[in-house]
């Protein structure tokens, strides 16, 4: 599947790229380029090939949640800037 320089443009269009008149013949050929190598990818047996997620081997490196005491309410609103009784106090981020 070939990509003339109309679709070019029209996919220029469509990404709001403006694109002058002599970039739109070296971007059609890269673009060509870039679909050649896809179908030359397509020729690749990949029947006996496990799909992945990722390329390498993931495994989790957080600790286990373990319960434990949490701060008293006075210690953890000690170095609070904004207090308004027993709460912390911030700037309000909704707006409607």
């Known amino acids: 599947m070939a990509i003339s320089k109309k679709d070019v443009e029209y996919i220029a269009s469509l990404a709001k790229l403006k694109l002058e008149p ?3 013949p070296e971007l059609t050929e890269q673009l060509n ?4 190598y896809v179908d030359h990818l397509n ?3 990949t029947s006996n ?5 990722h390329p390498l081997e993931m ?3 957080f600790r286990e949640d373990q319960p434990q005491k ?4 006075n ?3 000690k170095n609070a800037p904004k207090k308004a009784g027993p709460y912390f106090s911030v700037p309000k981020v909704v707006r409607r």
């Open 33 to 36: 380029k870039i679909l050649e």
């Open 22 to 24: 002599n970039e739109v």
């Open 70 to 73: 949490s701060l008293p309410q």
């Open 75 to 77: 210690e953890a609103l």
């Open 59 to 61: 495994k989790n490196v």
């Open 49 to 53: 090939v496990e799909p992945l997620a």
């Open 43 to 45: 020729e690749l047996d």
